[in-house]
Nanobody, 115 residues
Framework: QVQLVESGGGLVQAGGSLRLSCAASGSISDINVMAWYRQAPGKQRELVAVIINSGRTNYADSVKGRFAISRDNAKNTVYLEMNNLKPEDTAVYYC?????????WGQGTQVTVSS
């Protein structure tokens, strides 16, 4: 079992930046993929960014060039650096960890971007 705790959300003006953190604990060695998702009010949860064990990353088209996912293995933490934020980035952001047999989600952190 993997436990995830997100932090770093908040209120920011358009054009600003935030860095989200996702601290993992538990069966960390079993994790193959870490990802950030987001869910805006009235919308489905969508994939924002993913990082696999090799270090390869992938991003949703809407955040390419603005967001960056990274990880610190020593701290068992994954980050999402968000720059040039837009009002449409407003959502609850969730961290997800996947092993070969199951996935775990964090509780989410709210990001609000004002225009």
């Amino acid at each position: 079992q993997v436990q995830l705790v997100e932090s770093g959300g908040g209120l920011v003006q358009a054009g600003g930046s935030l860095r989200l953190s996702c601290a993992a604990s538990g069966s960390i060695s079993d994790i193959n993929v870490m990802a950030w998702y987001r869910q805006a009010p009235g919308k489905q949860r969508e994939l924002v960014a993913v990082i696999i064990n090799s270090g390869r990353t992938n991003y949703a088209d809407s955040v390419k060039g603005r967001f960056a996912i990274s990880r610190d293995n020593a701290k068992n933490t994954v980050y999402l650096e968000m720059n040039n934020l837009k009002p449409e980035d407003t959502a609850v952001y969730y961290c997800k960890a996947s092993t070969t047999t199951r996935s775990s989600w964090g509780q989410g952190t709210q990001v609000t971007v004002s225009s």
